[in-house]
Each structure stands twice: as structure tokens, then as C-alpha cells.
């Protein structure tokens, strides 16, 4: 085409993709993102739900990493802190444990300073062992020399990678959803022109120009290069398989986070209160394959109940107790092959290629918004070297609020818990909805409260054990982009992770009144189910 359609063209919808449209739509380029399945449904929904600066990359000496961390990690609770909200996180201190308690303490005191001492709160020290326990009646007595309490910050992953989807729509991008990019167009000499897509659902194929594409592929970039025969001099990634369990509270009842390190094999590993279930997370395992099909194994399962019995021994916990798994994996820079997995850098690399096509590798999920500025400013000044010409604005992702947080009077947790209050008095809605609302949705809660007002069965609980409710289907159809059953049920209102039966009672109820939004037939309907029935079964595959 010799007039592009597009400036930029990005391939991938996680947490990096999405980033890179809304930073390539607020500098007023003119963008298309392609993503083969859902928002967030590779990596970017399946991290251990933290903000955080990276305690323990200190270990390793990336100061610098540490401090972009905590630098964004302080940037996303005032454009996001309706989904990004402090967390205390408690390490508990065993006599012979390395490292002990005055050189974490001294670590802990670097980790604030390194945060410009603007942590959500200074960290702080208990000394002995009922000091310890009075905070986690849960750990273990025995050896216990006292803890150590910090602040880092929780988040939901799968929404604030749809809110950057949002935003980047809202600035005038195109982004779609189950819309796979087949193969690029080129000109004779190489030069990438554009990139040829078909939509999952429809069938539907088409041509779209572009001045430059973006592989934003996470775990999948080394296969999309293989697939799309980009001469590379070596692999970029090196992917490691991370697995979370949810366990019901009541076995695990915790009121902070806990860091541990797992007596198993000594690795640093979480426990995690979440959405009124607990969790414990992460293996850290090389995989090999195709990322399409990740999913947690009974031995990761059995390692993961092993760690947590060891802190936490009057639990007992059991493989039988895990309510939903879920896996993803890492897209680490490759580093060599004698490195163990737990040491590898969790830095980025961003790879500019002369026929217009740019490569973002590696990365984490709390620097993603500086990922996504290098990324443009890179690709601008690429385009500009091949002779392109693009006008762009010099705005910044820096202070733009998430659209969640658009209005939020205070960007704090007070400023959410306004809307919660003004949910009560204006719709009716009851402490836990309007608790619930107001932290999923910030400011866009006002829209469900409304409708939930005019129809109350809308405001019925879908799981009486959980806090979403109805409305919140309809709302992920009409205004939070979803298109499948899955869409919904595994990141929208994620009963995948945290409902006893994972959504299967509800899911036929849900087809339906999917169906009746977007326009399915019988068929269409019966085969969304299907496929979110074999979603289910994926994460329950290592019970076999």
C-alpha cells in the first residue's frame, strides 16, 4: 500500500502491548494491536497479582531494576489505585535461615530508600517469636526469631492490561481481540508494508498497512519468529514456568502476605491473601513447547502444598484442598544455559530490525509502562531512519490517569473508597457489592451501580461466597470488550480462579446472556461453552 494505514501496527494484547497502543495513541500515532485470543489471557493474567520493586533482585545487585520498580510501583497506585493497593508483606525469620534478620532488616532498609522513602509504608521490625505471631498466628513456632513487615502493592493483572486496551481505544486505536496476524506484506526489497489478519470468530481476513510493526508476543516471541522467519542470530527467551494454587481462606486464613522461602528447594516464594481465598505461588521451572497449552502439574501442585506445610504446618494442606490452579510463563532473556532459573534477569531488550519490524523481549509486569515508552520512542526513531515521516505529540503515559481512576477526587484508596460510599447512597448497593465495585471498576462502577439500581436482580450474586454479581456480565459484553464465555468467566469475573466449581454452574446462564448481547445463534453459543469447559479442564489437568 503506498498510503499505510496505520503508523504502527502491534502485535500481542498483554500487559506490553497494550501498554505500547495506548502510549502510540496518546503521542497521536495511528495504531492497529492484533491479539490472537483475549486481553491478558497469556502471561500477563497469570502473574502472581503484585506490583512490586523486586526485593529480591537486591540478592542479584540490580539496583537499577529495583528502582525503575519501585519508581513505577509509586506511578501506578495514583493512575490505577483502584487496582493497584498496598499489600503488607510479612518475612518471618528462622534461626540458621540466610539470610537472618539484621542483614534482611539492612536489605529492607536499602528497599525504602531505593523508594525515595515513599513506600505506601516504612517497613518495620518485630523481634521474637510471639511478636512474630501475634501478626501471623499461622507460622511455624519453632525456631522463629521474629519478622520483618513491608509494603509493596497487590493488583488484578488481566484488568489493568484492559484498561490500557481501553484507553488506547479511547485515544483512537484499533484493537482486536481473536484476530491473529497470518503473515507479513512486504515490498521487494523487504520492507515490511503491512501485515495480513483473520479474525478467529468470523473467519473474516483482511490487509492492513502499517509503517512499522511491533512483535509485543511475551512468551510466544521465539515461536512467532520461527513462524514468521525472522532472522535472528539466537533465541531471545528463555521460559520458565510459574504455577499459582487457590486454596479456600478458611485453611489457610491470612491477613498479610507472606514471603517464604521454600524448604523444599530454598527458592523465594509467596503466600498470598486474594479475592477471599489464599494463595501460594510461584514454582519456577524451565518449559519447553508451545505456550498455547500451559498448565500446572500434580508435581508442582505437591511442591507448592510441600513449601507451604513448612511454614505453615497446622494447615496441613493437601492437593485435595486446591480449589483452581493456574500457570503461565515467564519470557525471560535468555542468559546461558548453567544459569539457574531463579537468578535470571528480569530485564527487557528492545530489537529495532532495518525492515521496519521492532521486537519487545523479557520484561515484568510492574515496568511495563516504561517498556511501552521505550518501545515507541525506538520505534519512532527507527521509522524515522527508514524515511518515514510521523507527527507525534510529546505526551506521557506518567500522569494520565487509567479510565478506572477518571475523577477519583484523591488518587489513593481514600478516593476508592468514596465511590464505594457514594454507591451505597445513590444505588442502594450493599457494603460488600459496593466494596467490591469500587475496587474492580473505580470510577466506572457508577455505571453498574446505576443499572443494578434499575433491575435489581442484577445485583444478585453469581457465587454466594463471592462478591460478583450479574451486572458485571452484561457490563463485560457492552463496555469491557469481552467476546467469549471465557473472556468472561476466566478474567472479567474470574469465578476460573476463584469459584469452588470454577464458573461451571454458571456458565450456561452466562452464555446467555452473552448471547443475547452479541448477537450468537444456538450454535455460537453451545461451542463458547464447550470451549470454556475445556479451559477448566486445562486447569485441572494435573489431577490425572
Given at each position: 500500500m503506498?498510503s499505510?494505514?496505520?503508523?504502527?501496527?502491534?502485535i500481542?494484547?498483554?500487559?506490553t502491548?497494550?501498554?505500547?497502543?495506548?502510549?502510540a495513541?496518546?503521542?497521536?500515532m495511528?495504531v492497529?494491536?492484533?491479539e490472537k485470543?483475549?486481553y491478558?489471557?497469556?502471561?500477563?493474567?497469570?502473574?502472581?497479582?503484585?506490583?512490586h520493586?523486586?526485593?529480591?533482585?537486591?540478592e542479584h545487585?540490580?539496583i537499577g531494576?529495583?528502582?525503575?520498580?519501585?519508581?513505577?510501583?509509586r506511578?501506578?497506585?495514583?493512575?490505577?489505585?483502584?487496582l493497584?493497593?498496598?499489600?503488607?508483606f510479612?518475612?518471618p525469620?528462622y534461626?540458621g535461615?540466610r539470610p537472618g534478620?539484621?542483614?534482611?532488616?539492612?536489605?529492607l532498609?536499602?528497599?525504602?530508600s531505593?523508594a525515595?522513602?515513599?513506600a505506601?509504608?516504612m517497613h518495620k521490625?518485630?523481634?521474637?517469636?510471639?511478636?512474630?505471631?501475634?501478626?501471623?498466628?499461622?507460622?511455624?513456632?519453632?525456631?522463629?526469631r521474629?519478622?520483618?513487615e513491608y509494603?509493596?502493592?497487590?493488583?488484578d493483572?488481566?484488568?489493568?492490561v484492559?484498561e490500557n486496551?481501553?484507553d488506547?481505544?479511547?485515544?483512537g486505536?484499533?484493537?482486536?481481540?481473536?484476530?491473529e496476524?497470518?503473515?507479513?506484506?512486504?515490498?521487494?526489497?523487504g520492507?515490511?508494508?503491512?501485515?495480513v489478519?483473520?479474525?478467529?470468530?468470523?473467519g473474516?481476513t483482511w490487509s492492513v498497512?502499517a509503517?512499522a510493526?511491533?512483535?509485543?508476543?511475551?512468551?510466544?516471541t521465539?515461536?512467532?519468529i520461527?513462524?514468521?522467519?525472522?532472522?535472528?542470530?539466537?533465541?531471545?527467551l528463555?521460559?520458565?514456568?510459574?504455577?499459582?494454587v487457590v486454596?479456600?481462606?478458611?485453611?489457610?486464613?491470612?491477613a498479610?502476605?507472606i514471603?517464604l522461602?521454600s524448604?523444599?528447594?530454598g527458592r523465594v516464594?509467596?503466600?498470598?491473601?486474594?479475592?477471599d481465598?489464599s494463595?501460594l505461588g510461584?514454582?519456577d521451572?524451565?518449559f519447553?513447547?508451545t505456550?498455547?497449552e500451559?498448565a500446572?502439574?500434580?508435581?508442582?501442585v505437591?511442591?507448592?502444598?510441600d513449601?507451604?506445610n513448612?511454614?505453615?504446618?497446622?494447615?496441613?494442606l493437601?492437593p485435595?484442598?486446591?480449589?483452581a490452579t493456574?500457570?503461565g510463563l515467564?519470557?525471560l532473556i535468555?542468559?546461558?544455559?548453567?544459569?539457574?532459573e531463579?537468578?535470571i534477569?528480569?530485564e527487557?531488550e528492545?530489537?529495532?530490525?532495518n525492515?521496519?519490524?521492532v521486537i519487545?523481549?523479557g520484561g515484568k509486569?510492574?515496568?511495563?509502562?516504561?517498556?511501552?515508552r521505550?518501545t515507541v520512542?525506538?520505534?519512532?526513531?527507527?521509522?524515522r531512519?527508514?524515511g518515514?515521516?510521523?507527527?507525534?505529540k510529546?505526551?506521557?503515559?506518567?500522569?494520565?490517569?487509567l479510565?478506572?481512576?477518571v475523577?477519583?477526587?484523591?488518587?489513593?484508596?481514600?478516593g476508592?473508597?468514596?465511590?464505594g460510599?457514594?454507591?451505597?447512597?445513590?444505588?442502594?448497593?450493599?457494603?460488600d457489592?459496593?466494596?467490591?465495585?469500587?475496587?474492580?471498576?473505580?470510577?466506572?462502577?457508577?455505571?453498574?451501580?446505576?443499572?443494578i439500581?434499575?433491575?435489581r436482580?442484577?445485583g444478585e450474586?453469581m457465587?454466594?461466597e463471592?462478591p460478583?454479581?450479574?451486572a458485571e456480565v452484561?457490563?463485560a459484553?457492552?463496555?469491557?470488550l469481552a467476546?467469549?464465555?471465557?473472556?468472561?468467566?476466566?478474567?472479567?469475573?474470574p469465578?476460573?480462579?476463584?469459584s469452588r466449581?470454577?464458573?461451571?454452574?454458571?456458565?450456561?446462564?452466562?452464555a446467555?446472556?452473552?448471547?443475547?448481547?452479541?448477537g450468537?445463534d444456538?450454535?455460537?453459543a453451545?461451542?463458547?461453552?464447550d470451549e470454556?469447559k475445556?479451559?477448566?479442564?486445562?486447569?485441572?489437568r494435573?489431577r490425572?
Open positions: 503506498s499505510p494505514a496505520y503508523d504502527l501496527v502491534i500481542g494484547g498483554g500487559i502491548g497494550a501498554g505500547i497502543a495506548r502510549d495513541a496518546l503521542r497521536g495511528k492497529a494491536l492484533f485470543n483475549d491478558a489471557s497469556g502471561t500477563s493474567s497469570k502473574s502472581s497479582k503484585m506490583i520493586g523486586g526485593l529480591r533482585y537486591l545487585g540490580e531494576l529495583v528502582f525503575e520498580s519501585v519508581s513505577e510501583r506511578v501506578q497506585t495514583r493512575v490505577a489505585p483502584h493497584v493497593r498496598p499489600l503488607p510479612l518475612i525469620i534461626k535461615v534478620f539484621e542483614i534482611m532488616n539492612f536489605g532498609w536499602l528497599y525504602d531505593l525515595l522513602f515513599r505506601p509504608k521490625a518485630f523481634r521474637g517469636t510471639k511478636a512474630a505471631l501475634e501478626l501471623e498466628p499461622q507460622l511455624r513456632p519453632e525456631g522463629l521474629g519478622a520483618l509494603y509493596d502493592c497487590a493488583t493483572d488481566a484488568r489493568l484492559l486496551a481501553i488506547a481505544q479511547n485515544l486505536a484499533a484493537c482486536h481481540t481473536y484476530t496476524v497470518m503473515r507479513f506484506e512486504r515490498r521487494g526489497d520492507r515490511i508494508t503491512g501485515v489478519v483473520r479474525d478467529r470468530l468470523t473474516k498497512g509503517k510493526v511491533v512483535l509485543a508476543a511475551g512468551a510466544w521465539d515461536e512467532m520461527r513462524r514468521f522467519e525472522i532472522p535472528m542470530d539466537r533465541p531471545l528463555r521460559r520458565t514456568k510459574g504455577v499459582h486454596l479456600p481462606r478458611e485453611r489457610l486464613p491470612l498479610r502476605a514471603t522461602i524448604p523444599v528447594d516464594m509467596f503466600a498470598l491473601p486474594w479475592r481465598r494463595v510461584t514454582t521451572t524451565d519447553a513447547g505456550a498455547d500451559v500446572a502439574d500434580a508435581a508442582d505437591q511442591y507448592l502444598c513449601s507451604g513448612g511454614y505453615f504446618p497446622g494447615a496441613n493437601k485435595s484442598d486446591v480449589i493456574w500457570a515467564r519470557p535468555a542468559a546461558p544455559p548453567n544459569v539457574d531463579s537468578e534477569s528480569r527487557h528492545v530489537f529495532t530490525k525492515d521496519g519490524l519487545i523481549a509486569l510492574t515496568t511495563y509502562r516504561r517498556m511501552a521505550e520512542t525506538k520505534t519512532l526513531e527507527l521509522m531512519d527508514l518515514e515521516t510521523v507527527e507525534v510529546h505526551e506521557n503515559t506518567k500522569t494520565r490517569p479510565p478506572g481512576a475523577g477519583i477526587e484523591s488518587h489513593d484508596l481514600e476508592v473508597a468514596a465511590i460510599r457514594k454507591l451505597m447512597s445513590d444505588f442502594g448497593l450493599d457494603v457489592t459496593a466494596t467490591h465495585l469500587c475496587g474492580v471498576y473505580g470510577m466506572r462502577a457508577n455505571e453498574l451501580g446505576a443499572a439500581a434499575a433491575d436482580t442484577l450474586r457465587d454466594l463471592l460478583y454479581v450479574w452484561d457490563f459484553a457492552r463496555h469491557d467476546r467469549t464465555v471465557e473472556d468472561v468467566l476466566a478474567r472479567r469475573v469465578l476460573l480462579l476463584v466449581d470454577q464458573g461451571l454452574g454458571v456458565a450456561e446462564r452466562v446467555g446472556r452473552l448471547g443475547a448481547i452479541l450468537w444456538g450454535e455460537t453451545a461451542k463458547m461453552l470454556y475445556s479451559e477448566v479442564e486445562l486447569s485441572r494435573w490425572a
